[in-house]
T-cell receptor, first 112, second 115 residues
Framework: AQKITQTQPGMFVQEKEAVTLDCTYD???????LFWYKQPSSGEMIFLIY??????QNATEGRYSLNFQKARKSANLVISASQLGDSAMYFC?????????FGTGTSLTVIP | EPEVTQTPSHQVTQMGQEVILRCVPI?????FYWYRQILGQKVEFLVS????????KSEIFDDQFSVERPDGSNFTLKIRSTKLEDSAMYFC?????????????FGQGTRLTVV
C-alpha cells in the first residue's frame, strides 16, 4: 500500500482564491510527522508546513494551513489568497521512523 | 537563515564513471539524508545517516552507493559506477533529531545527468 496518496495530479486556482491540496497517508505507527513541500520549476524542495501526529491543533504558517484529520488519515494543505508565485509542484510527505515517504505530487497552477 | 547547500548544482558524467555529490547540512543538525527524484517522478528515500554511520537505507541504495561524512561539515554521496538510470535530481536533507516532530530541510538539489 502507498504510504502517501495525492489524488490530484493537477489543480488550477484563480489568483487570490483559496485552494486545498489533498493528501492521505497510511501508517500503523502512532508517532509520525506530516510535511508539505513546494517544488518550483527550478527544482529545489522548499519546506512549507509540518504537523505532528500528537499535535492537537492544525498547523498554520502564514498563508498555509494543514487540515489534519487523524481518524481519516488525511493531511490536506490549504493555501489561502493564492498568488502567481504559488504555481509549483506540491508534495505531501510523512516521516515514519527515520524515513520520509513522499506522495506523487500535485501540480498547482494559479491563474491570473 | 541557515540552509543546506549542495554542490554542484548540475553534474554531467559518462556512464561507468564515479561521481561524488556534496552537501553541507545545517550546522547543528545531527541527521542527514539523501533522496533522489527521477524527472517527473516522486521523491525517493535513499539513505539516512547519524553518528557517522548509516541509520536506514532503501532498496535503491545498493552497493553502487556509499555515503560519508569526511569532516565535520560535509556529507557526500558517492555513486561508484554510474548507470543511465542514475540520472535524477539528488537532494540532501538534514534535521536536528530523528524524532517525528522536527522539520527536515532540503538542499536545492544536484541534477545528475549520466550520458
Amino acid at each position: 500500500a502507498q504510504k502517501i496518496t495525492q489524488t490530484q495530479p493537477g489543480m488550477f486556482v484563480q489568483e487570490k482564491e483559496a485552494v486545498t491540496l489533498d493528501c492521505t497517508y497510511d501508517t500503523s505507527d502512532p508517532s509520525y510527522g506530516l510535511f508539505w513541500y513546494k517544488q518550483p520549476s527550478s527544482g529545489e524542495m522548499i519546506f512549507l508546513i509540518y504537523q505532528g501526529s500528537y499535535d492537537q491543533q492544525n498547523a498554520t504558517e502564514g498563508r498555509y494551513s494543514l487540515n489534519f484529520q487523524k481518524a481519516r488519515k488525511s493531511a490536506n494543505l490549504v493555501i489561502s489568497a493564492s498568488q502567481l508565485g504559488d504555481s509549483a509542484m506540491y508534495f505531501c510527505a510523512m516521516r515514519e521512523g527515520g524515513q520520509f515517504y513522499f506522495g506523487t505530487g500535485t501540480s498547482l497552477t494559479v491563474i491570473p | 537563515e541557515p540552509e543546506v547547500t549542495q554542490t554542484p548544482s548540475h553534474q554531467v558524467t559518462q556512464m561507468g564513471q564515479e561521481v561524488i555529490l556534496r552537501c553541507v547540512p545545517i550546522s547543528n543538525h545531527l541527521y542527514f539524508y539523501w533522496y533522489r527524484q527521477i524527472l517527473g517522478q516522486k521523491v525517493e528515500f535513499l539513505v539516512s545517516f547519524y553518528n557517522n554511520e548509516i541509520s536506514e537505507k532503501s532498496e535503491i541504495f545498493d552497493d553502487q552507493f556509499s555515503v560519508e561524512r569526511p569532516d565535520g561539515s560535509n556529507f557526500t554521496l558517492k555513486i561508484r559506477s554510474t548507470k543511465l538510470e542514475d540520472s535524477a535530481m539528488y537532494f540532501c536533507a538534514s534535521s536536528v533529531h530523528r524524532v517525528m516532530n522536527t522539520e527536515a530541510f532540503f538542499g536545492q538539489g544536484t541534477r545528475l545527468t549520466v550520458v
